[in-house]
C-alpha cells in the first residue's frame, strides 16, 4: 500500500510509458544527440546532452509554476518559439555540417553545455509533451510531490534515452571508417534534425 502522498505504482507505470514512447522517440533533440555523438565523439557531446537535459527541467518548473497557461493567453510567443526554434536547429545542424568528423580539432568545437540548455525552452513540442505529463500524471492532492516525480524520471529516463540516441552517433562514428561514408551520415542526420523540427512544429500548430 502506498502512502497517500506518493504516486500509486499503476500511474507511474504508466508515466513511464508515457516518457519512454514520447522522449525515446526520434525527434530535433535526439536527432541533434546522434549527430553530434557522430561528428565529435560521445565524450565532447556528454555537456550538450546535460544542457538539454537541464533545460527540459527549467521549463518544466516554470511550466508547474504555470508558464503554460500565461503563454496560452499569448499565441504569438509561440509564433516566435517556432521561428526561433527552427532557427536555432538549423544553426545547429550547420554546426555538425561544417566540423567533419575527421577533423581532429572538430571535439574542440562541439556544441556544449549552454547550447544545449537553449534545445527545450524554444521547443514548442516540449512544452507540450511537459504539459500533457502534468496534466495527466500531476494531481491537486499531491501536486508537489507528483510534480518532483514527474521531473525526477523525465531525467532519469530522458538522460538513459537521449544518452543511447549519443551513444548510437558514436557508435556509427567508430564503425563507419571511411571518411565519405561519414560525410553521407554527417549529412543525413543534419537533414533530419531540420526535417524533424518542421514535423514536431507542425504537429503542436495543429
Known amino acids: 500500500m502506498f502512502p497517500d502522498h506518493l504516486m500509486p505504482l499503476a500511474q507511474y507505470g504508466l508515466l513511464v510509458a508515457f516518457i519512454v514512447a514520447l522522449v525515446g522517440s526520434p525527434g530535433?533533440?535526439?536527432?541533434?544527440?546522434?549527430?553530434?555523438?557522430?561528428?565529435?565523439?560521445?565524450r565532447p557531446a556528454v555537456p550538450f546532452l546535460l544542457g538539454t537535459m537541464t533545460g527540459f527541467?527549467?521549463?518544466?518548473?516554470?511550466?508547474?509554476?504555470?508558464?503554460?497557461?500565461?503563454?496560452?493567453?499569448?499565441?504569438?510567443?509561440?509564433?516566435?518559439?517556432?521561428?526561433?526554434?527552427?532557427?536555432y536547429i538549423v544553426y545547429l545542424a550547420w554546426v555538425v555540417v561544417r566540423?567533419?568528423?575527421?577533423?581532429?580539432?572538430?571535439?574542440?568545437?562541439?556544441?556544449?553545455?549552454?547550447?544545449?540548455?537553449i534545445v527545450?525552452?524554444?521547443s514548442p513540442k516540449a512544452y507540450a509533451m511537459q504539459v500533457a505529463a502534468i496534466a495527466q500524471f500531476v494531481t491537486p492532492e499531491r501536486y508537489l510531490t507528483d510534480a518532483l516525480t514527474v521531473s525526477i524520471t523525465f531525467w532519469m529516463l530522458g538522460g538513459i534515452l537521449n544518452g543511447l540516441w549519443?551513444?548510437?552517433?558514436?557508435?556509427?562514428?567508430?564503425?563507419?571508417?571511411?571518411?565519405?561514408?561519414?560525410?553521407?551520415l554527417r549529412l543525413a542526420l543534419a537533414g533530419l534534425m531540420v526535417i524533424s523540427t518542421i514535423l514536431s512544429l507542425q504537429m503542436v500548430s495543429s
Open 57 to 87: 527541467q527549467i521549463i518544466f518548473w516554470l511550466n508547474v509554476a504555470g508558464l503554460y497557461a500565461l503563454l496560452e493567453s499569448a499565441p504569438q510567443v509561440f509564433a516566435v518559439l517556432r521561428y526561433a526554434c527552427m532557427a
Open 166 to 184: 549519443l551513444l548510437a552517433g558514436s557508435w556509427l562514428r567508430g564503425a563507419s571508417g571511411n571518411p565519405k561514408v561519414l560525410q553521407v
Open 120 to 122: 527545450h525552452p524554444l
Open 28 to 42: 530535433p533533440a535526439n536527432m541533434a544527440l546522434m549527430a553530434s555523438g557522430l561528428t565529435f565523439g560521445a
Open 99 to 117: 566540423s567533419p568528423p575527421g577533423d581532429p580539432s572538430a571535439a574542440s568545437r562541439a556544441p556544449g553545455f549552454p547550447r544545449g540548455v
